[in-house]
């Protein structure tokens, strides 16, 4: 019922910041909460932040420390993660993933009912 795509990985260095899109199809897109995951080599898949169906609640993973900031537009059907001092361990593939919970702010990948494939980040040191 929702496909999601993820863009803007890539490579950037230590202290950089990057901008990751996650374009949602469908109508419905405002009906969800949306969550950020990654996932590093040999690691499981790791809680970033999510947002609820209006944007306007938001839940990060401790280790984003203010670093990090997900937002949405729901005209454009698409979800933010802005990442800002990037640091080496940031690298992971990041995905994100719909709640048809609207109200959901979960870190576990459980609560989440729709994955894109995933955008490469890699922060070099």
């Known amino acids: 019922q929702v496909q999601l795509v993820e863009s803007g990985g890539g490579l950037v260095q230590a202290g950089g910041s990057l901008r990751l899109s996650c374009a949602a199809s469908g109508r419905t897109f405002s009906n969800y909460s949306m969550g950020w995951f990654r996932q590093a080599p040999g690691k499981e898949r790791e809680f970033v932040a999510a947002t609820t169906r209006n944007g306007q609640s938001t839940y990060y993973a401790a280790f984003v420390k203010g670093r990090f900031t997900i937002s949405r537009d729901n005209a454009k059907t698409t979800v933010y993660l802005q990442m800002s001092s990037l640091k080496p361990e940031d690298t992971a593939n990041y995905y994100c993933?719909?709640?048809?919970?609207?109200?959901?702010?979960?870190?576990?990948?459980?609560?989440?009912?729709?994955w894109g494939q995933g955008t490469q980040v890699t922060v070099s040191s």
């Open positions: 993933g719909a709640s048809t919970s609207g109200s959901t702010l979960s870190g576990s990948t459980l609560a989440y009912d729709y």
